[in-house]
């Protein structure tokens, strides 16, 4: 007897679920890493330096995962449309 697909494999059948569940985890990644980073910079001068450095570098990195995505669906709308004339 076959199992029924998993939550995710149903969502991912729903148009622009799957990319939109793949854009939350990049950024998520990117606002991890910008943490991470800000955490370890502000860790040379202080423990408040650290939380503070992590803090605004988790929204560095938030912020820079959404500009790249926006910018990467300008780009690829401006090539549909020189692909459509």
């Given at each position: 007897?076959?199992?029924?697909?998993?939550?995710?494999?149903?969502?991912?059948?729903?148009?622009?679920v799957k990319s939109r569940?793949?854009?939350l985890v990049n950024r998520a990644k990117y606002a991890a890493i910008g943490a991470a980073v800000g955490a370890a910079i502000g860790g040379l001068f202080s423990r408040n330096a650290a939380s503070t450095g992590g803090a605004v570098g988790g929204l560095a990195g938030a912020v820079l995962a959404e500009t790249r995505a926006s910018a990467g669906s300008a780009i690829s709308d401006v090539k549909e449309r020189v692909r459509q004339e």
């Open positions: 007897m076959d199992r029924p697909p998993t939550f995710i494999r149903v969502l991912c059948v729903v148009p622009r569940i793949l854009f």
